[in-house]
Each structure stands twice: as C-alpha cells, then as structure tokens.
T-cell receptor, first 114, second 113 residues
Framework: EDKVVQSPLSLVVHEGDTVTLNCSYE??????LLWYKQEKKAPTFLFML????IEKKSGRLSSILDKKELSSILNITATQTGDSAIYLC??????????????FGQGTILTVHP | DTGVSQDPRHKITKRGQNVTFRCDPI?????LYWYRQTLGQGPEFLTY????????KSRLLSDRFSAERPKGSFSTLEIQRTEQGDSAMYLC???????????FGPGTRLTVL
C-alpha cells in the first residue's frame, strides 16, 4: 500500500523565520510529487515535482525532489503570518487504473506568529 | 468562476439518512476524483472517473457509498444509511488528461448526528 509521511506534524515560528518541511514517500510506480497549501478550505496547488534535484521556486517558496532518498522538502523563507496553513504533500502513481491517484501525507501544520 | 464547485458546502444529517453531494469539475477536465478528509489527516482517495467511467474505488468506499458521473461532466457521491463515522469533509478534484495536478473544490462538510 502506498504511503506518504510528513514531518514535523506541526511547527510554530515567528515572522521572518525560514522553515523546511519534509515529505517521504513509498509509492508504487511513482510518477510525481505534489505540494498543496490548505487554509480552512480546499487544498491549493503549489508545486509538482517529477525530476530529482531540480528546484521549483515561487516567490519565497521552493521545493526539491530526491528520488534516491524517496523524499522532498518544501522551504519557506522570510515567513509571514499569511503562510500559516496546513502543507500537504502527495505522491502520484503511474500506470494502470491507479494513474493520477494522489496519496497524501497527514500534513504539517505551520503557525507563524507576528 | 471557472473552478471546481461542490454543493452543498455543509450538510447536517441524522444517522441512518441518505445524503448526496454534487461536484462540477473544471469544464475541460476529463478526470474527476473524490477524497475524504477527517480532522488532522490528509485527504484520502475514494474514487476516480475518467469521463463517465469509474476506474478505481478505494477499499475505504463501503457498499453504502456510490458515485456516478453519468455524462462525463458533473459527479454525485451518495452515502446511504449514514453513520457517525462518515462525518468528514468530502473533497472533489479534477484534472486534464495526462497531467498530475489536481484542482480541488471547496468541499462538502458532512456532520452526522
């Protein structure tokens, strides 16, 4: 059975801090890894990673995939209170009828204090 | 608004009643997914459609759950004889063919009393 584990489960920081969120995966026929941000509503898409070692960047957020270690990290620099949310990572399987199914981790709850 | 929409946003029901939720995906998306999310957990996959064909169902989806996508556009998820353990957020997502990025709707929060 596919499995995704995130750490830490929760994190409390102050504005301006830099945080690193971790995601490890065991997904049969792994195809890609996705990061989402969830704020009291539906998850919103952040990044999709398919190739190892290539950093994806969007403003203060960046993410990278390590296929050898079956893991990914999400970095947020100069955190703001608006970054407070649950950050979810999900592995995507390829092939057969499971194509495209997301297996989510339990999420990391990030709280940024002013 | 051209995003994924779900209806209703909230549903409170008594144990034993049937409920039905609707999802309207982004119009060009042929793949539609249902997930369930409980407090403190990430979403769990329930079922998936490509056009009108239901291609996979999770073992989580008991016989009381049924989903349809009759014309390959909107989808419905029905839960019969609801139980308190069914209380959760039910999320719908859609995607283009051959892409992995799924776009989520606002969800339907179900409370079973």
């Amino acid at each position: 059975e596919d499995k995704v584990v995130q750490s830490p489960l929760s994190l409390v920081v102050h504005e301006g801090d830099t945080v690193t969120l971790n995601c490890s995966y065991e997904v049969t026929n792994f195809r890609s890894l996705l990061w989402y941000k969830q704020e009291k509503k539906a998850p919103t898409f952040l990044f999709m990673l398919t190739s190892s070692g290539i950093e994806k960047k969007s403003g203060r957020l960046s993410s990278i995939l390590d296929k050898k270690e079956l893991s990914s990290i999400l970095n947020i620099t100069a955190t703001q209170t608006g970054d407070s949310a649950i950050y979810l990572c999900a592995g995507v399987a390829a092939g057969g009828t499971s194509y495209g199914k997301l297996t989510f981790g339990q999420g990391t709850i990030l709280t940024v204090h002013p | 608004d051209t995003g994924v929409s779900q209806d209703p946003r909230h549903k409170i029901t008594k144990r034993g009643q049937n409920v039905t939720f609707r999802c309207d995906p982004i119009s060009e998306h042929n793949r539609l997914y249902w997930y369930r999310q409980t407090l403190g957990q990430g979403p769990e996959f329930l079922t998936y459609f490509q056009n009108e064909a239901q291609l996979e169902k999770s073992r989580l989806l008991s016989d009381r759950f049924s989903a349809e996508r009759p014309k390959g556009s909107f989808s419905t998820l029905e839960i019969q004889r609801t139980e308190q353990g069914d209380s959760a957020m039910y999320l719908c997502a859609s995607s283009w063919p051959a892409t992995d990025t799924q776009y989520f709707g606002p969800g339907t929060r179900l409370t079973v009393l």
